[in-house]
């Protein structure tokens, strides 16, 4: 592999408020205008609503695209000051946005493909109760997102974090009356907490060291840092990336979380938040590449990660379920490319899969609309005919993300498995090559049973296309994900340049090749990989009769059934962690309630006790106060005399 990053000049700092730069804060705020007033006035706005939000996000991609365009025309680290919020003794923490190539991809991905979910959902939500309270929950989110992406701190990029949880919380359990859907969202808001506590340590012991939370100084005192600081450091920031961006083992939350509309799948699960924790290890490169043991500790992580949910994917029979461990499976690929140095391989397979995975959630919500909210596919089947445009964008999204040339996925997966098997790390290079198998082998499994064969819907449902209003954003991330390779076609491609300046470089560690194979070879085993699951999918479920259901289920055994049951891991969460914690609180309540407040009703009791009998002595007769004082005198004379003696 050649490096271009050794040869990659670090951008200038620049300090502006003038140009699109200047007005970039404007981008998170549009949104949130259009979260308040549509909150605000939904009542008299009703079905208006969803223009005013589409308004306010459509703003935020036009200021982003104005924001590339002055990076891309002079690319440099922008830093655009702003009032501080927080001022205490050393430290200091302002509102400054941090804009580079990297911010400028994240700012793209996140405002595009928000606008088009914003699009889509009104065809979605028409009919739902709460249609303009969901516009503003959309507009939250996607302020949330942008103040993470644009601080140019740790804390406020935390605060966007801590935004983007809640109204994740808000947008998972949007249909909150259905206890289900309430739980999920609890669930998700709850394991995220778990990650939180992590990045919160983790700026603690960075402003501990090093006296900043700036991510600027943070990344140039990197080098700097000890060994045990710098590895402490980047495990405790994995800590909080594993929850956001639901890796092993805190992954959990992400798969109930489709109990929300399919549009917050398609946003939060799939584009933008849950590539939240990718971002931040990105971010924090400089620092990551000061402990070569913690990013090893990421990339088996990822591997693990990708290669389980593969396996469980491959025995869901839910529409949004499979490619909801088909999203924890590609973000492990994300954290393997991190773990293994390939930052921008990372980034380049973030995009991609924001235009597949989005368009393969949004196409499952099309199906939906078109079944009456079905979801098992053993109860579709034959939609080719009857859903011709969800057909055809459907067939993309599942070439992409399987990997199949000249598809987006392609390009970013196969860069990824290269970089991991230049870089030395043969084993994980092998299992990430198992897990491309198994994707290319569900995803086939979900694309047949989905729209092939025979028709198995319920009787008197009559599947159709959906309004346009739903179909033009399935065309466009069609589109993206037929050609979104082209950003990257080759390692030193346009994207890899231009994210340069913007990551750490990751030339002088030292990585020595597992092999003498080069990337032509490497193309080939992956491509072979690929067709091979294609093909054995194919041979199990496109020419088996599948019109039994169910029942004709070709993928048996014991470990089918475990992946079925999803290796019982929520169950073993429940058991230990609701169980055995609630049992552990139950103990610690009933020693509080008996001893602890046993002691302080004792400690109560006793000082009654006491005053009952002292109060005796305050009789208020002078007589009894002087044959008092004279016994006490008598005994101290005694006393007196028996020392003397």
């Known amino acids: 592999m050649l490096l271009a990053a050794e040869a990659a000049t670090a951008n200038a700092v620049v300090t502006t408020t003038t140009g699109a730069v ?3 804060w404007l981008i998170p705020v549009l949104p949130a205008l259009g979260f308040l007033a549509v909150l605000v006035a939904q009542r008299w706005l009703r079905a208006r609503a969803a223009y005013l939000a589409i308004a306010a996000a459509a703003g935020a991609f036009l200021l982003s695209a104005a924001v590339a365009r002055e990076v891309i025309g002079a690319p440099a680290t922008y830093v655009r000051p702003l009032p501080d919020w927080i001022e205490v003794g050393a430290l200091s923490v302002g509102f400054d946005l941090l804009v580079d190539q990297l911010t400028v991809v994240m700012l793209l991905v996140v405002t595009g493909v928000g606008l088009l979910v914003h699009v889509y959902s009104v065809g979605y939500m028409l009919e739902d109760r709460g249609f303009a309270r969901f516009f503003a929950y959309l507009n939250l989110f996607l302020a949330s997102m942008l103040v993470l992406v ?11 974090w801590e935004l983007v949880g809640l109204s994740s919380y808000l947008l998972i359990g949007f249909w909150f009356e259905k206890r289900a859907y309430a739980t999920a969202a609890k669930k998700a808001f709850i394991t995220n907490r778990v990650g939180d506590v992590s990045f919160m340590v983790a700026m603690f012991l960075a402003f501990a060291t090093v006296g900043t939370l700036d991510l600027l100084e943070l990344n140039a005192a990197a080098p700097g840092l000890s060994a045990g600081v710098a590895t402490a450091l980047v495990l405790l920031l994995l800590g909080g990336a594993a929850a956001k961006s639901a890796q092993i083992p805190l992954y959990v939350w992400l798969p109930d979380a489709m109990a929300g509309p399919t549009p917050v799948s398609a946003l939060i699960h799939a584009a933008t938040m849950v590539t939240a924790g990718v971002y931040l290890t990105v971010r924090t490169s400089p620092v990551l590449t000061a402990s070569i043991d913690a990013m090893e500790v ?45 930052f921008r391989e990372g980034v380049f397979h973030l995009v991609t899969h924001a235009f ?6 949004l196409a499952a919500g099309s199906v939906m609309h078109a079944l009456h909210d079905e979801t098992d596919l053993w109860r579709m089947g034959g939609l080719r005919r009857a859903m011709p445009v969800t057909f055809a964008t459907s067939a993309v999204a599942w070439l992409a993300i399987s990997g199949v040339p000249p598809f987006a996925g392609f390009f970013s997966k196969d860069q990824i498995l290269t970089e991991a098997y230049k870089h030395g790390y043969g084993a994980i290079y092998l299992l990430g090559l198992a897990g491309a198998i198994l994707t290319a082998f569900y995803m086939t499994r979900w694309f047949v049973l989905v729209f092939l064969g025979p028709a198995r819907h319920r009787d008197g449902v009559h599947p159709h296309e959906s309004p346009a209003s739903m179909a033009v954003p399935l065309v466009v991330l069609g589109l993206l994900s037929a050609g979104g390779g082209l950003l990257n076609p080759v390692h030193e491609g346009p994207l890899y340049r231009f994210l340069g300046p913007a990551v750490a470089p990751i030339g002088e560690l030292g990585y020595v090749p597992v092999g003498p194979l080069e990337e032509p070879a490497l193309i080939g085993i992956s491509i072979v990989a690929v067709t091979f699951g294609l093909g054995l999918a194919w041979w199990l479920y496109g020419r088996r009769d599948l019109t039994a259901g169910r029942v004709v289920e070709p993928v048996r055994g014991t470990l089918a059934d475990l992946a079925e049951r999803r290796f019982l891991v929520d169950e073993a969460y429940a058991a230990v962690f609701v169980g055995g914690g609630g049992a552990v609180a139950r103990g610690l309540a009933r020693f509080d309630g008996r001893v602890i407040d046993g002691l302080v009703r004792g400690a109560g009791a006793t000082a009654v006790v006491v005053g009952r009998v002292a109060r005796r002595a305050q009789s208020g007769r002078v007589r009894g106060y002087v044959a008092v004082t004279v016994v006490g005198l008598a005994l101290l004379l005694l006393l007196a005399l028996w020392t003397v003696r």
């Open 22 to 24: 200047g007005i970039a």
């Open 150 to 160: 644009l601080g140019s701190n740790l804390l406020t990029l935390f605060l966007g």
């Open 298 to 342: 990421i990339a088996w992580i990822g591997v693990l990660t990708a290669l389980l949910a593969a396996v469980i994917a491959v025995r869901q029979d839910d529409i949004k379920k499979v490619l909801a461990y088909s999203t924890v499976s590609q973000l492990g690929y994300m954290f393997l490319a991190v773990g293994v140095g390939a």
């Open 356 to 361: 597949f995975k989005g368009l393969l959630f």
